[in-house]
Nanobody, 127 residues
């Protein structure tokens, strides 16, 4: 069992930045890939970004490429999502999740491949 706690959400104006953090406990953090998802009101949860166990591979949704950066610090059991140039359409609850495997490829990024989820943190971008 793993416990994930997200933080860093809030209200920001369009064009601003936020950094989300996700602290993990209860499982060897460095053994698994990690990801961020988001869910806006009335919409399905969608993939945002993921990072492999050692940070060597990173994947991003097309909608956030060039604006968001995922990173991890295995010594601190924490994964981050730096979000720059935020847009109103980035408004959502953001969730971090633990992948079932260490490695990532384009075919294993769906939410079904992640088996532990945080409670989420709200990000609101005003226009």
């Amino acid at each position: 069992q793993v416990l994930l706690v997200e933080s860093g959400g809030g209200l920001v104006q369009a064009g601003g930045s936020l950094r989300l953090s996700c602290a993990a406990s209860g499982r060897p953090f460095g053994n698994y890939a990690m990801g961020w998802f988001r869910q806006a009101p009335g919409k399905e949860r969608e993939f945002v970004a993921a990072v492999s166990w050692n940070g060597g591979s990173k994947y991003y949704a097309d909608s956030v490429k060039g604006r968001f950066t995922i990173s991890r610090d295995n010594a601190k059991n924490t994964v981050y999502l730096q979000m720059n140039t935020l847009k109103p359409e980035d408004t959502a609850v953001y969730y971090c999740a633990v992948h079932r495997d260490r490695v990532l490829y384009s075919g294993n990024l769906a939410s079904a491949n992640f088996d532990s989820w945080g409670q989420g943190t709200q990000v609101t971008v005003s226009s």
